[in-house]
């Protein structure tokens, strides 16, 4: 195992540490991957000795944490049985192929790092791979903060990016952390400017790849543990329920509910699928069908009196939903 002095070999330079290592055979390659990445068990797929393997890292110690960028190339094949990693690493292969292994689920892409399971790893000779690691403790501490979530409910639920667009984003600051963050002493000098960076490289990788905490950040109306219906939902129609004979509107069961009217409309959406008002609408139209089968037509009780007194207006949009509902016209319920 040999340190290399190319861009400035092993070194500290303050908060940041360079090191630039290299292994020529498989025996060193074990050796040097076990050093920097934690007990594992490489299977080189040739029956051969020679080997090249180089890493080149750049870690960096700020408040709160740390983080590091590594490049690694090697040359020849292998597989690898590691047990879950103790940090939060992301890998983006520049040439040939990883693929990733974690129970049901596949990846040869950009991917997360399994870090609750075992997991095997797959290289092709010749591959050439980008790598960012975050403290565990940090990203969950940035996960809770963004979410609402203990720091020990957030966890990763998949390797593979939530969608396109955010893998670009992640590939972005990846690049933008090699360039113009490693690559700027002076702003590295600052704790602010490491800190920062810290908490933009946990934020990022929640935001990329599925976890609790983003399931609860973007969805604050999400069910819990069996999916339960959430209290905001079970309010809001209480609320609908009690009210339905009142002129209510969206706001104002939104209020009851204690949610804005948009997280209300998503919350109904996911859980009843439909609306709050499309709710509202079903209880008033289930009002008039059993007003309607008590009513007495030789009283003067009317279907237009009836549907108007529960907020519809319209004679023949009535009768076709009501039909729609209980298979007959809401004239045959009052008759009969």
Same mark, same amino acid.
Not at 129 to 157: H, I, K, M, Q
């Given at each position: 195992m040999h340190?290399?002095?190319?861009?400035?070999?092993?070194? +500290?330079?303050?908060p *940041?540490r360079?090191r630039?290592?290299?292994?020529?055979?498989t025996?060193?390659a074990v050796?040097?991957m076990?050093?920097?990445?934690?007990?594992q068990?490489p299977? #080189?797929?040739?029956p051969?000795r020679?080997a /090249?393997?180089s890493?080149?890292s /750049?870690s960096v110690t700020?408040?709160?944490?740390?983080?590091n960028?590594?490049r690694v190339?090697h040359?020849?094949?292998?597989?690898?049985r590691?047990?879950p990693v103790d /940090?939060t690493?992301?890998?983006?292969p520049?040439?040939?192929r *990883?693929?990733f292994?974690?129970?049901?689920?596949e990846?040869t892409? $950009?991917r997360?790092v399994?870090t609750?399971?075992?997991?095997? %790893?797959?290289?092709?000779?010749? =591959? +050439? =791979?980008?790598? @960012?690691a975050?403290?565990?403790?940090a990203v969950s501490?940035v996960?809770g903060?963004?979410?609402?979530?203990?720091?020990?409910a957030v966890r990763f639920d998949? !390797?593979?990016?939530?969608?396109?667009?955010r893998?670009r @984003?992640l590939v972005?600051? !990846?690049?933008h952390?090699?360039r113009?963050t490693l690559?700027?002493?002076?702003?590295?000098?600052t704790?602010?400017? /490491?800190?920062a960076?810290?908490?933009h490289?946990a934020?990022?990788?929640?935001l990329t790849f599925?976890n609790?905490?983003?399931?609860?950040?973007?969805?604050?109306t999400?069910?819990g543990p069996?999916r339960a219906?959430?209290?905001?939902v079970r309010?809001? &129609?209480?609320?609908i329920?009690?009210?339905?004979h009142e002129p209510?509107? $969206?706001?104002d069961? &939104?209020?009851a509910?204690?949610?804005?009217?948009?997280g209300?409309?998503?919350?109904f959406a996911?859980?009843?699928?439909?609306?709050?008002?499309? @709710?509202?609408?079903r209880?008033?139209l289930?009002r008039?069908h059993r007003?309607?089968?008590?009513?007495?037509? %030789?009283?003067g009780?009317t279907?237009?009196?009836? &549907?108007?007194?529960?907020?519809f207006?319209?004679?023949?949009? #009535?009768?076709a939903e009501?039909r729609h =509902?209980?298979?007959?016209s809401?004239?045959?319920t009052?008759?009969?």
């Amino acid at each position: 195992m040999h340190p290399e002095d190319a861009d400035g070999g092993e070194g +500290d330079d303050g908060p *940041v540490r360079r090191r630039r290592l290299t292994a020529t055979d498989t025996d060193e390659a074990v050796e040097l991957m076990r050093s920097v990445y934690g007990d594992q068990e490489p299977r #080189f797929r040739l029956p051969r000795r020679e080997a /090249r393997l180089s890493i080149a890292s /750049r870690s960096v110690t700020a408040p709160g944490g740390t983080f590091n960028l590594d490049r690694v190339r090697h040359s020849l094949g292998m597989d690898v049985r590691r047990a879950p990693v103790d /940090r939060t690493a992301v890998l983006l292969p520049v040439t040939g192929r *990883v693929r990733f292994t974690c129970g049901d689920e596949e990846a040869t892409g $950009l991917r997360l790092v399994p870090t609750r399971e075992a997991f095997d %790893s797959a290289w092709d000779d010749g =591959v +050439d =791979v980008v790598g @960012y690691a975050v403290d565990t403790d940090a990203v969950s501490l940035v996960g809770g903060e963004l979410s609402g979530l203990e720091p020990s409910a957030v966890r990763f639920d998949s !390797m593979l990016p939530v969608d396109a667009a955010r893998e670009r @984003y992640l590939v972005q600051a !990846m690049s933008h952390l090699g360039r113009d963050t490693l690559d700027n002493p002076e702003a590295l000098a600052t704790p602010l400017v /490491r800190a920062a960076t810290l908490r933009h490289l946990a934020t990022v990788v929640l935001l990329t790849f599925p976890n609790t905490a983003l399931d609860a950040a973007e969805d604050p109306t999400r069910a819990g543990p069996g999916r339960a219906e959430p209290a905001t939902v079970r309010r809001a &129609a209480a609320y609908i329920e009690t009210h339905a004979h009142e002129p209510i509107g $969206l706001d104002d069961i &939104a209020v009851a509910a204690r949610i804005g009217a948009r997280g209300l409309q998503h919350a109904f959406a996911r859980h009843r699928d439909t609306t709050p008002l499309g @709710y509202l609408r079903r209880v008033r139209l289930d009002r008039a069908h059993r007003e309607l089968r008590g009513a007495d037509p %030789s009283a003067g009780d009317t279907v237009a009196a009836i &549907a108007t007194r529960w907020g519809f207006a319209h004679g023949g949009r #009535f009768s076709a939903e009501y039909r729609h =509902v209980y298979g007959c016209s809401p004239s045959e319920t009052l008759r009969r």
